[in-house]
């Protein structure tokens, strides 16, 4: 059994002006094509006025999974924009590594849904619902 932190970030578009970026890093132990256990998820949103580079996207990362147990972070090549996985390594203090398993695709898929859900949540202030005294 490996332990990873599969991690994705959402928002890496303009939105009204700026950069309005959810990073989510998720601690997993993983075996052949399972996710076997779920330890934590780290949630983290970042604002720029300009696109995020490749080191702002590896500042990003290491931002988020600060206090994590895990041995590898992995990410999806696109989120380093297709940098070789050896460029990508060499920027993180942690070790790094792109999926190779299906169980490190399916901790990524996990991230991707946490970190766009907590995006889409921030940006619609119609999601903020009143609690009565009646309820």
């Known amino acids: 059994m490996e332990r990873i932190i599969a991690v ?3 928002g890496r578009h303009r939105h009204n002006s700026r950069y309005l970026m959810v990073c989510a890093a998720v601690s997993l132990s993983v075996s052949g094509g399972h996710v076997k ?8 949103p970042f604002v720029s006025d300009n696109p995020p580079e490749v080191v702002d996207v590896v500042q990003m990362i290491e931002r988020t999974v600060e206090g994590m ?4 972070i992995v990410a999806e090549e696109g989120d380093f924009f297709n940098q070789p996985e050896w460029l990508s390594n060499s920027m993180f203090t942690a070790s790094f590594k792109y999926p190779e398993s ?3 695709r399916m901790g990524i898929e996990i991230a991707h849904h946490i970190s766009l859900s907590s995006r889409n949540l921030l940006l619609d202030p119609q999601s903020w619902e009143l609690i009565k005294d009646n309820l």
């Open 8 to 10: 994705d970030i959402s």
């Open 37 to 44: 256990q779920i330890h934590g998820v780290n949630i983290k």
């Open 69 to 72: 147990e895990g041995v590898t």
């Open 102 to 104: 299906l169980s490190e």
